[in-house]
């Protein structure tokens, strides 16, 4: 059974990725926290400051998924279920 429930947001800029040695040092970041386990949300800063409905439904319906299989503790669950208002 799964047992991870790491869930990581970013916000990142366009202007922050300018060169490609801060791009590659994301990417591996990135890949080394998967290989741990825990899942990445790549969000555009824009994104976060301009669609945040949009960003917090894309981040709860990534939480349900991960709970609905088995990922996270009960209080995890009982959050999910909190702000799905049951």
Do not use: N
């Not at 366009?14 to 040695?21: K, L, N, S, V």
């Not at 969000?43 to 319906?61: K, M």
Request: aromatic share 10%.
């Amino acid at each position: 059974m799964p047992t991870s429930d790491c869930i990581v947001i970013e916000a990142d800029s366009y202007a922050f990725h300018g060169d490609r040695e801060l791009f590659e040092k994301t990417q591996r970041r990135q890949v080394e926290l998967a290989g741990r386990d825990w899942i990445v949300l790549p969000y555009s800063f824009a994104a976060v400051t301009r669609e945040p409905d949009w960003v917090r439904t894309a981040t709860q319906a990534v939480v349900h998924a991960r709970v609905s299989r088995g990922y996270g503790p009960r209080e995890t669950r009982r959050f999910v279920a909190r702000a799905r208002g049951r």
